[in-house]
């Protein structure tokens, strides 16, 4: 089992920048692909960033790709979502989660362990 507890969300202007961090207990960390979610209100959660064990694989939806970047730390245990040139439609509870699966998957149901979530608020 593997606990999830994010921070950094906050309120933050339109073109500013926010950083998310994961940090992960539990089972091994390095055996488990991390991914970062996000809900708007009256949206269905949608995959945001995923990130493989070693770090050395990425992938972002495309609503996002050459703004946020993830990466993560395996001896600090915790995942990080650089978020850059924020838009009010980044407005989001955003979730990181974790999967013991081989690949990134942007899929919500292959993920085993859930953060609590943490609000990010862009204002325009």
């Known amino acids: 089992q593997v606990q999830l507890v994010e921070s950094g969300g906050g309120l933050v202007q339109a073109g500013g920048s926010l950083r998310l961090s994961c940090a992960a207990s539990?089972?091994?960390?390095?055996?488990?692909?991390m991914g970062w979610f996000r809900q708007a209100p009256g949206k269905e959660r949608e995959f945001v960033a995923g990130?493989?064990?070693?770090?050395?694989?990425?992938y972002y939806a495309d609503s996002v790709k050459g703004r946020f970047t993830i990466s993560r730390d395996n001896a600090k245990n915790t995942v990080y979502l650089e978020m850059n040139s924020l838009k009010p439609e980044d407005t989001a509870v955003y979730y990181c989660?974790?999967?013991?699966?081989?690949?990134?998957?942007?899929?919500?149901?292959?993920?085993?362990?859930w953060g609590q979530g943490t609000q990010v608020t862009v204002s325009s």
């Open positions: 989660a974790g999967t013991p699966k081989m690949t990134i998957t942007t899929s919500s149901n292959r993920y085993e362990y």
């Open positions: 539990g089972r091994t960390f390095s055996n488990i692909v």
């Open positions: 990130i493989s064990w070693s770090g050395r694989s990425t």
